[in-house]
């Protein structure tokens, strides 16, 4: 069965700091995959999608960055954290675009 | 940019009551997809709707999607309070971006 790994749970970081999130996923190949943010009890913001090894979209203009180094691996980062990039991180994959999107357990980073 | 615009944003009801939540926008989607998310945990499918006018029911939920495929709606018959939680549409659009709504959180007291 496919699962989905997310790292870490909580972050609380200094404004400036750099940033790495983390997501894999098992038991399945070439996945789409999603990085959102999500402010408390809103919707979710579509941050970066990815189709294939490599290939990065970008839907918002900000200090964060996404690379998929392997097909399964998907990374969110920043140089310099602001205090504006606390929220909860959530990481999905799909089979493909209109399939079921299935998430991980999430970050909730706290830029202080 | 595109926008899920869902309404109303806060949903407060009694045991019983029923309900409808709307997801609305301006582009067109290749289909539509409700999610709903507990606290702290990410969102879980409650349903796919691909064809324009299609009506899909679970148990005490309906749902619709709109016949130009640019809206939906989800109505609850008979809330009860384990439908609590975080209503999320979204919708899949033709360059593999899936775009979720701004939520519609729902309080069902007893």
């Known amino acids: 069965s496919q699962t989905i790994h997310q790292w870490p749970a909580t972050l609380v970081q200094p404004v400036g700091s750099p940033l790495s999130l983390e997501c894999t996923v098992e038991g399945t190949s070439n996945p789409n995959l999603y990085w959102y943010r999500q402010a408390a009890g809103r919707g979710l913001q579509l941050l970066f999608y990815s189709v294939g090894i490599g290939q990065i979209s970008s839907e918002v203009p900000q200090n964060l960055s996404a690379s998929r180094p392997q097909d399964r691996q998907f990374i969110l980062s920043s140089k310099k954290l602001l205090l504006s990039d606390s929220g909860f991180y959530l990481c999905?994959?799909?089979?493909?675009?209109?399939?079921?999107?299935?998430f991980g357990q999430g970050t909730r980073l706290t830029v202080v | 940019t595109q926008l899920l615009e869902q309404s109303p944003q806060f949903l407060s009801i009694q045991e019983g009551e029923n309900l409808t939540v709307y997801c609305n926008s301006s582009s067109v989607f290749s289909s539509l997809q409700w999610y709903r998310q507990e606290p702290g945990e990410g969102p879980v499918l409650l349903v796919t709707v691909v064809t324009g006018g299609e009506v899909k029911k679970l148990k005490r939920l309906t749902f619709q999607f709109g016949d130009a495929r640019k809206d939906s709606s989800l109505h609850i018959t008979a809330a009860q309070p384990g439908d609590t939680g975080l209503y999320l549409c979204?919708?899949?659009?033709?360059?593999?971006?899936?775009?979720f709504g701004t939520g519609t959180r729902l309080q069902v007291f007893p």
């Open positions: 979204a919708g899949a659009d033709y360059t593999d971006k899936l775009i």
């Open positions: 999905a994959w799909s089979v493909t675009t209109g399939d079921e999107a299935f």
